[in-house]
């Protein structure tokens, strides 16, 4: 199978030549692939339960955007956030931006994607005040940014886990949300259209973007969530996911990506090709600007919410009549000894001055 790992290797030099006024983040990011597993980072030691042979394994390289590093980042992160989880009903609550802005999206990406989460989470939270839908400025939710759409185009968007309701004004009671739907839709869009503007005239990029766009729909989709509970185990695939992974690269032939795609509205897969340069082009577009935090906590399931954990669990469940499940994190991938099989232990690890990860 080819992975992204090894398209870099073969390909990026390539690309870095071509384009050596590329933003530093990108460079890293490349760097950090190409060298992931290759010794670069260093090596760990393990020994053999049963044989008691010695094996050293390099070390990977832990960028956030490594789509080899994607398995392991989200089960360590999933065991930090099972705690955190509520009952109740949930809903997916996703706002996407308008074409016309994406282009500028690109150029200010810390600012626009900053705009987006505010005038988003402030749309859903001026709503739920509103006494039609919920009636309190105590709602719960956890947004992820993704910036990519299944052809690896840019897409820049939020997905929301919103919990169905919230907290009086007071914290001693739960006030649920109807079943279906959370706050109305098209509100919702009007809102969050008009917040996102005043923050690109803040910004002072208000003129790049034509005024026709302030005056048409903006896209935001509202879906009940199928199970009642365990809110956090649906945004975990979300939350560490690169924009592909290594299981759709079909091929690498004559300098075309084979990649599968499904196609819109259906289940159907489709393969794609991609000149490799315009593939690794596509893939880092969807970089993070460095340290910007793409997984965001509000109101009542951020963590400097002044009502305990527990109290608001306790809440929900004496709504909703249902204990909230506890999941247990699955297990971490086990290495075994290529010599016997047995299990493998770590012993410690090697690590170079100069290849730190970042
Ligand atoms: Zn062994
Ligand atoms: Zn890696």
Redesign the pocket.
């Known amino acids: 199978m080819t992975t992204i790992n090894e398209i870099f290797r073969a390909f990026a030099p390539e690309y870095i030549e071509r384009y050596p006024n590329m933003p530093g983040h990108h460079r890293k990011v490349i760097a950090a692939i190409i060298n992931c597993r290759s010794g670069k980072y260093g090596t760990t030691v393990y020994r053999?339960?049963?044989?008691?042979?010695k094996h050293f394994i390099s070390r990977s390289c832990g960028n956030r955007h490594c789509p080899m590093c994607q398995y392991h980042k989200t089960q360590a992160w999933l065991e930090k956030q099972l705690n955190k989880q509520v009952g109740g009903q949930h809903f997916m609550i996703t706002f996407t931006l308008p074409e016309e802005i994406r282009p500028i999206a690109r150029q200010n990406q810390k600012l626009v994607y900053q705009a987006l989460f505010k005038a988003s989470s402030q749309a859903l939270k001026k709503l739920a005040q509103d006494k039609r839908f919920i009636g309190t400025s105590l709602p719960g939710f956890t947004g992820v940014l993704q910036t990519w759409g299944r052809q690896l185009q840019y897409h820049p968007h939020i997905h929301y886990i919103v919990v169905s309701g919230g907290l009086s004004e007071n914290r001693d009671a739960w006030i649920p949300s109807r079943k279906d739907f959370f706050v109305h839709e098209k509100p919702l869009s009007i809102i969050f259209r008009a917040i996102f503007m005043k923050e690109m005239k803040k910004a002072g990029l208000s003129g790049q973007i034509p005024s026709s766009v302030w005056k048409k729909d903006w896209v935001v989709d509202s879906e009940a969530m199928e199970s009642a509970d365990n809110s956090i185990r649906y945004l975990a695939p979300y939350v560490f996911r690169v924009a592909i992974s290594n299981s759709r690269i079909v091929k690498v032939e004559d300098r075309f990506v084979y990649f599968k795609y499904r196609k819109h509205s259906s289940k159907q897969m489709k393969t794609m090709r991609l000149e490799v340069m315009e593939f690794i082009r596509r893939f880092l577009q969807h970089v993070l600007p460095s340290g910007f935090m793409k997984v965001r906590h509000f109101g009542f399931m951020n963590p400097n919410c002044c009502t305990p954990h527990e109290t608001i669990v306790k809440l929900i469940e004496d709504h909703t009549g249902e204990t909230l499940k506890k999941v247990e994190p699955s297990e971490p991938p086990k290495q075994?000894?290529?010599?016997?099989?047995?299990e493998?232990v770590y012993l410690w690890s090697i690590i170079p001055m100069f290849h730190q990860r970042e």
Do not use: I, R, V
Not at 48 to 53: A, D, I, M, T, Y
Not at 336 to 342: A, E, L, N, R, T
């Open positions: 053999c339960l049963k044989c008691g042979q075994y000894c290529s010599d016997c099989g047995g493998l």
